[in-house]
């Protein structure tokens, strides 16, 4: 079978497993509840009755688990819902005990009150999900090892190759026009939308005041990290690495792209005799990278299986149908930029059939929807691009690197959409001026967030800042954002792709779509004389080599 079609698979299992077996499952009794703030819990003698005195040591510091209520039993008296609970004193807990009255391995029980705690899960779906976990982690780990290796190796050797300094000034200026141009669109999109459907309109104020409980404990932790963003100037300086060593080894991307740049443009300045062997070296590591990603994708399915199933499994079946409105706005506007935007400048640019773009895109959207990380499908969408499309080399280790960090179409169409989608549920007024301050501050959060899951969300609160609406306004569409983080990074390497396509074109390269197989590259032959990889690539391949 090919390996597109087992990925396909494992992320409809994982829908499936997530949505059935998951801690918000409809199938399984809802019998556990997670605490992130236990002080706020009072342990009743009986169903409105007085406190036993027990207070629960807080466990809101990073790396500390939430304490778990299990439900043994629920009771109405008066007007409120009470649950009978069980909670064990794991040897953390009583270390954070600060009277020292509580021992480990003691259970504790009681009554407490259901308002104001979060929603019950079910503890089987949140057991399974954790024996899930390290399988999806185990994936994500396995393809971000190979993203600094490659894209400086591929990078480097790209620049070194072009022999021409002003190329790079003139493929740097086509590919940052083109994002900011694809970037200021997606958000027009996405507040005209917002305007017109007005999703805000469709929440009832219980679901309002519900969700505001139930995640602006949350909220607030993601708006402190965005007030503690730097400023542009800060940002913008910061892309000049101090000690490249140092952004290697943490990953930087942006300061990664310029120190290889700028290693490729110096040693295209000295005689080809004293940079050949470094430049052969890097080309041989760039080559085995991707055969690494290969091999990687071999259990790409499990993988995704795993990953979806975690995210399908923990959004609630609930906050879905309160905030159905506003998910189905964003998936409409990433659909329509997709489609109009994308297909628009695939056509125009370079004269591909649209339908084999998608094609040549497909297992990057893929990979992007399971990991929710443009970065983390880096290597995945450099190899559709290549091989898929039969974009150089040169070309697809410039503009996708850079892609995978500033341009997040997907991201900016959300931020606008959800920007409207919160001062419409707090009934704020957006002027034009302020829907004006939207395309302009979320086009710097966009350029600002970094390719991982959930950044979208964090600068969302700059956005929100600028326009006066108080940013407590996230707690509202945070029980969705991971599954629209999943549609908008998906959106996001399209767009990257199709950046590529659009700089490939202009410079005169000859593309066209080729089948070709995730999980499996030739070998560079001899035959292809030293050239780029992606030269080697283009040979047309076989129908059962490919999928
Ligand atoms: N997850 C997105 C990406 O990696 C960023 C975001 O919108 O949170 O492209």
């Known amino acids: 079978m090919k390996i597109y079609t087992k990925i396909l698979i494992g992320m409809a299992v994982g829908v499936v497993v997530g949505f059935t ?34 207070a629960l040591p ?5 790396g500390v688990p939430p304490i778990e209520l299990r439900i043994q039993e629920q009771r109405h008296a008066g007007k409120s819902l009470y649950y009978r609970v ?12 600060p009277n020292g009255r509580l021992k480990p391995g003691q259970e504790l029980e009681g009554w407490v009150k259901a308002d104001g705690l979060p929603a019950a899960m079910s503890a089987f779906g949140t057991q399974l999900v954790s024996w899930l976990d390290p399988i999806g982690r185990l994936f994500l780990k396995l393809i971000k090892m190979v993203i600094v290796p490659l894209v400086f190796a591929s990078l480097l050797v790209g620049v070194a190759s072009l022999g021409d300094v002003r190329k790079l000034g003139r493929l740097g200026g086509k590919t940052l026009g083109y994002f900011l141009l694809t970037t200021v669109l997606a958000i027009s999109i996405g507040l005209a939308l917002a305007n017109i459907i007005k999703p805000g309109n469709f929440v009832s104020p219980e679901d309002k005041e519900r969700l505001v409980a139930q995640y602006s404990g949350a909220a607030k932790q993601k708006t402190t990290w965005a007030a503690e963003q730097p400023s542009a100037v800060d940002n913008l300086l910061a892309i000049v690495p101090d000690n490249p060593m140092k952004s290697l080894a943490g990953g930087d991307m942006l300061q990664i792209i310029f120190f290889a740049g700028i290693l490729g443009i110096a040693l295209t300045l000295l005689p080809q005799d004293k940079t050949r062997g470094l430049v052969g070296g890097f080309e041989a590591i760039n080559d085995a990278m991707i055969v690494v990603v290969n091999g990687i994708m071999k259990v790409a399915p499990y993988g995704v299986l795993a990953l979806v199933a975690k995210v399908v499994g923990q959004s609630g079946v609930s906050v879905l149908k309160a905030l159905a409105i506003y998910s189905l706005t964003v998936m409409g506007g990433l659909v329509l930029h997709t489609v109009a935007v994308y297909t628009s400048a695939v056509r125009f640019f370079a004269k591909i059939k649209p339908v084999d773009f998608w094609k ?43 892609g995978s960090t500033v341009n997040m179409d997907g991201t900016a169409l959300y931020q606008g959409v959800a920007a409207v989608f919160i001062a419409q549920v707090f009934n704020i007024h957006l002027t034009l001026g302020d829907q004006l301050n939207i395309v302009l501050t979320a086009t710097l959060a966009s350029i600002g967030a970094a390719g991982v899951p959930g950044v979208g969300m964090i600068t969302l609160a700059l956005v929100l ?19 629209l983080d999943m549609f908008r990074t998906a959106v996001n390497v399209t767009g990257d792709l199709s950046a590529t396509v659009m700089v490939a074109a202009t410079e005169g390269e000859n593309l066209s779509y080729r089948e070709f197989s995730l999980d499996e590259r030739e070998r560079r032959s001899d035959e292809d004389g030293g050239a780029s990889s992606s030269d080697a690539d283009a040979a047309p391949r076989t129908k059962e080599d490919a999928s």
């Not at 807080?58 to 990073?62: D, E, G, K, L």
């Not at 069980?86 to 005990?97: H, Q």
Request: aromatic fraction near 2%; proline fraction near 8%.
């Open 86 to 97: 069980k909670i064990s004193v794991e040897k953390r807990l009583a270390l954070r005990d």
């Open 21 to 54: 077996l998951g801690p918000n499952s409809a199938l399984l009794t809802h019998d556990l509840i997670e605490v992130t703030n236990p002080a706020r819990v009072k342990l009743l003698d009986a169903p409105g009755g007085t406190s036993k005195g027990i």
């Open 360 to 402: 040549a895109a497909r297992p990057a959207q893929l990979i992007a929807f399971s990991t929710s990380s443009s970065s983390a499908t880096l290597p995945v969408t450099m190899d559709c691009a290549e091989r898929g499309l039969g974009v150089s080399n040169q070309i697809t280790s410039f503009v996708l690197p850079l």
């Open 58 to 62: 807080p466990s809101h510091h990073p």
């Open 465 to 483: 800042t600028s326009i006066g609406v108080p940013t407590v306004g996230v707690a509202l569409i945070l029980g969705v954002d991971r599954i």
